[in-house]
């Protein structure tokens, strides 16, 4: 069963702090993408990439930035951590260059305090 | 700018009605249009999709319909069941230039007994 791994489920961080989300897929997937839901919002894109060591800004990708050395995970970085970042960030993959074809991790729900 | 709009955002029906969730977009250059349906602490999983050459795609109760002159598409669940109950998400995408999806903001249904 192909699969998208976040690493954590929960997560509490204190303000200020560097926070790392990491996701890990196993299907071979040139496409990552880090989005983050909230309610009444739905699913924004914060960063994606394509390639490995590329990366592309989404629509909101301010206070965050991101890693992919390699092609399976691509990490979640929050520089310094606000409480306006508290919120269920989901890790996708998606392969080639099509549309479809997206797997989404379960998600994990950071916390800032 | 929120380029995909959903409606409503929650909405209650009885077992075997009709659900219907409603979207509109703004770019004419989106070609690709997914519903998700995500579970309680599970990731969106792909429901069903439409590309924009056809009006009406049908997946057993669940059917898109697709109105590209008012830029508007819909989800149709037929014979809603309580397994249903659920969030459910439109998305938009090109096959060209950014490939991410662009989510509305979710409708969140139950299906009453």
């Known amino acids: 069963d192909v699969k998208v791994t976040q690493s954590s489920r929960y997560l509490v961080k204190r303000t200020g702090e560097k926070v790392f989300l990491e996701c890990v897929q196993d299907?071979?997937?040139?496409?990552m993408f880090w989005y983050r839901q909230d309610p009444g919002l739905g699913l924004r894109l914060i960063y994606f990439s394509y390639d490995v060591k590329m990366k592309e800004k989404g629509d909101i990708p301010e206070g965050y930035s991101v890693s992919r050395e390699k092609k399976e995970r691509f990490s979640l970085i929050l520089e310094s951590a606000s409480t306006n970042q508290t919120s269920m960030y989901l890790c996708?993959?998606?392969?080639?260059?099509?549309?479809?074809?997206?797997?989404f991790g379960s998600g994990t729900r950071l916390t800032v305090v | 700018q929120q380029q995909v709009k959903q409606s409503p955002q929650s909405l209650i029906v009885q077992k075997g009605g009709i659900s219907i969730i409603n979207c509109a977009y703004e770019n004419t250059a989106f070609d690709y249009f997914p519903w998700y349906q995500q579970f309680p602490g599970k990731g969106p999983a792909l429901l069903i999709a439409i590309r924009p050459d056809v009006s009406e795609k049908k997946e057993g109760r669940f059917t898109i319909s697709f109105n590209k002159s008012a830029k508007q598409f819909s989800l149709h669940i037929m014979d809603s069941q309580p397994g249903d109950s659920a969030t459910y998400f439109c998305?938009?995408?090109?096959?060209?230039?950014?490939?991410?999806?662009?989510f509305g903001s979710g409708t969140r249904l139950q299906v009453q007994p």
């Open positions: 996708a993959s998606k392969p080639g260059q099509g549309v479809s074809g997206y797997t």
């Open positions: 998305a938009a995408s090109t096959e060209t230039g950014r490939r991410a999806l662009t």
């Open positions: 299907m071979d997937h040139e496409n």
